[in-house]
Structures are given as structure tokens and as C-alpha cells.
């Protein structure tokens, strides 16, 4: 592949990524939506993250799939209580890491 085919794919691959993203903060940014939509909206990327991270759960170690529920309870226990979705994650993890060391 030469020099040329590859900028023009890259450029090709920014322009396609790139405009889903653009157009609805320009498009949304006209429009007042709902409580209810916004509300909608901001929790989608808590939802992706849900749906991404819940198949690892049962994998973690097929021997012992308990550990892995440990890691989501203390996660849903400590996103009950408010915290910052980082320090459940991480929260989540370090349980995880360290019941697959015992």
C-alpha cells in the first residue's frame, strides 16, 4: 500500500467516525429536549459500559465463578451509595484481583 492510499484511507476513516459525532451536537444543540430525554441520554454510556463489562463477569476464572459476582456486588454496592462510577470500577477490580490471589 503506498503513502497516498494510506492517508486517504486514514482520512477516509476520520471523516466516517467522525461526523456521527459532529451532527447531533450541532443538530441537538437547536432543539430543547425533555427532562426525561436527557435524562435518557446521559445514562446510555453507563449502559454501554454495563453491557460491555457483564460477559467478563463469568469468565473471570470458570473454576470459581463467584469472584466475579464479588466484583459486581461490591461495584452495585458502592454505586448505591453514590460514589464516582471510576471508584466502582475500581473497586470492582481490585475485589476481583484479590480473591483470584487467595
Request: hydrophobic residues 60%.
Amino acid at each position: 500500500m503506498s503513502n497516498k492510499t494510506a492517508l486517504l484511507l486514514f482520512l477516509g476513516m476520520t471523516l466516517v467516525t467522525y461526523i456521527p459525532r459532529m451532527l447531533p451536537v450541532l443538530l441537538l444543540g437547536r432543539f430543547q429536549l425533555g427532562r426525561r430525554t436527557e435524562k435518557f441520554l446521559r445514562l446510555i454510556p453507563y449502559t454501554a459500559m454495563s453491557a460491555l463489562v457483564f460477559p467478563g463477569v463469568f469468565s473471570v476464572d470458570p473454576a470459581r465463578p463467584w469472584i466475579g459476582l464479588a466484583g459486581v456486588l461490591v461495584s452495585a454496592l458502592l454505586s448505591l451509595k453514590k460514589c464516582p462510577a471510576v471508584l466502582c470500577v475500581l473497586a470492582g477490580v481490585a475485589t476481583v484481583f484479590w480473591l483470584l490471589l487467595i
